[in-house]
């Protein structure tokens, strides 16, 4: 059997996936070409320019826990633009101005986190130690039935329309980026321990402090040969390499390739997926996030972000004084509202949540929508491996087979996991 590939190696997508599996690649020696449609770089975790201000594709976020993306963005020399929080620290606000935090106490996990509930807010006695008792549910009890939905979970471990409006929804809607009944408990539950109840530092909060593509682009300047606007159409894949089929009749050759595109654009550039033994692409769902920026003449929030409960907006940004962004998760109910429809709901969100910025004016405003967002299977299904029957072919995408939800460091796990593929077999 031949083990892992050497020469040339294409890849095809300059998201965060692909960027991941071209570095790691180029890393081990090997001469690599990326191949991405768009003109920008970074995938879904790109930005770009709106009447002159560059502006993320949408608000993104990590957690100190996503080690491989942070290792990522370091590798590639951005370290210095990612913003982390000293400990996990989020103000929560509520429409009647209660305003309060969860904060993680100088306590090892997961006490760390029992303690900041003593003093939220938006909680009763009764909802703290229900969500109490559904944490130690989930740090101890077995590992959930892989049919059942992180909904059902919920249920059955006591939580009310309380305890969901106060926690579970604004924290893990964003986390997941689906209806609770779309999502498996066995994911969920991967994201409540690895971010709340391992480690004590692990749910820190950060972001990037430079626009998104910056962050792309630098990869690929270290990659050397990525071509922008340049889709691949068709792949043919022999017994001596692969073949891409690209623009104006263009025909280029390599030893292997990395399909880091989505679950869709894998089928189709497979042709027949069975064929490498990759199955159940049909079963991936996409689902929508949509951001609107709002620039306004009020100064500063006094905050870096806070979650606001009982709004479509669910959590809002400050991404410079005067520029806010707010965010909206599983966003199937706003995505084809008009944007000046938008624009208005979250400035009167904004200045129903925010007292300061009443009584200011909108300078300008946008919305992005994205409406493959992240993608899930059903639940039950299982997600698509990095490796495929052919060592020439290897798949990567947040969507495949990392133990991660659809994340960025899904993207990069997933890239270095298809690299591996194609080195080793
Ligand atoms: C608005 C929004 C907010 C998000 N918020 C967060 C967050 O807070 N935290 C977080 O961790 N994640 C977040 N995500 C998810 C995160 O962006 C993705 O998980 C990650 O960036 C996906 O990377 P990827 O490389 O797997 O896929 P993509 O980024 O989708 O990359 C695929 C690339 O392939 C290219 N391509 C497709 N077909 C072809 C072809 N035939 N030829 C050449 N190129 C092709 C596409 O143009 C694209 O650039 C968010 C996503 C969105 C949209």
């Known amino acids: 059997m031949v083990r892992g590939v050497a020469g040339r190696v294409a890849v095809v997508g300059a998201g965060l996936a692909g960027l991941s599996a071209a570095l790691e690649l180029h890393d081990r020696g090997y001469e690599v070409e990326v191949f991405e449609r768009s003109r920008l770089l970074g995938g879904r975790a790109t930005s770009f320019e709106v009447g002159g201000r560059e502006i993320d594709n949408g608000q993104h976020v990590f957690l100190h826990c996503c080690d491989r993306f942070i290792g990522f963005v370091e590798r590639v020399g951005m370290g210095h633009a990612l913003h982390e929080q000293a400990r996990f620290d989020a103000l929560v606000l509520a429409r009647d101005g209660t305003s309060s935090r969860l904060r993680a106490a100088s306590l090892p996990a997961p006490f760390h986190l029992l303690a900041s509930f003593a003093g939220y807010a938006h909680l009763d006695v009764g909802g ?172 500063a929030l006094g905050f870096d972000f806070a979650a606001v409960l009982d709004s479509p907006l669910q959590w809002i ?16 109910e706003v995505l084809t509202v008009p944007t000046a429809a938008l624009e208005q709901l979250a400035w009167q969100e904004l200045c129903a949540f925010v007292p300061g910025l009443r009584g200011g004016r909108v300078v300008h405003a946008a919305a992005t929508r994205n409406p493959e967002a992240t993608y899930l299977p059903r639940p039950g299904a299982q997600r698509t491996l990095q490796r495929t029957s052919s060592p020439r072919v290897a798949i990567a995408g947040s969507w495949t087979q990392t133990g991660w939800p659809d994340t960025m460091e899904a993207a990069v796990r997933s890239g270095a996991a298809a690299a591996e593929w194609v080195a080793h077999g």
């Open 128 to 299: 703290r130690l229900r969500v109490a008792r559904a944490l130690a549910s989930a740090a101890l009890g077995p590992g959930p039935d892989p049919q059942l939905t992180f909904d059902q979970w919920l249920e059955r471990n006591g939580q009310n329309a309380a305890t969901r409006r106060a926690f579970w929804d604004p924290f893990f809607i964003p986390a997941l980026n689906a209806p609770f009944d779309r999502v498996s408990a066995a994911d969920a539950l991967f994201v409540i321990s690895t971010a709340f109840l391992r480690d004590a530092s692990a749910a820190r909060f950060g972001f990037s402090t430079v626009p998104l593509a910056h962050v792309a682009a630098a990869a690929a300047q270290q990659i050397g040969d990525v071509h922008r606007s340049t889709a691949v159409l068709a792949i043919d894949v022999d017994d001596r390499g692969v073949e891409l089929r690209l623009p104006d009749e263009r025909r280029a050759r390599f030893d292997a390739v990395v399909l880091a595109v989505s679950p869709r654009g894998t089928a189709k550039l497979l042709g027949r997926p069975e064929r490498f033994d990759v199955r159940a692409l049909e079963t991936y769902d996409p689902y929508p996030i949509v951001d609107v920026h709002v620039w306004h003449d009020r100064g």
């Open 317 to 332: 940004f400050e991404k410079s004084e005067g520029y806010v962004c707010c965010s909206i998760s599983a966003a199937g």
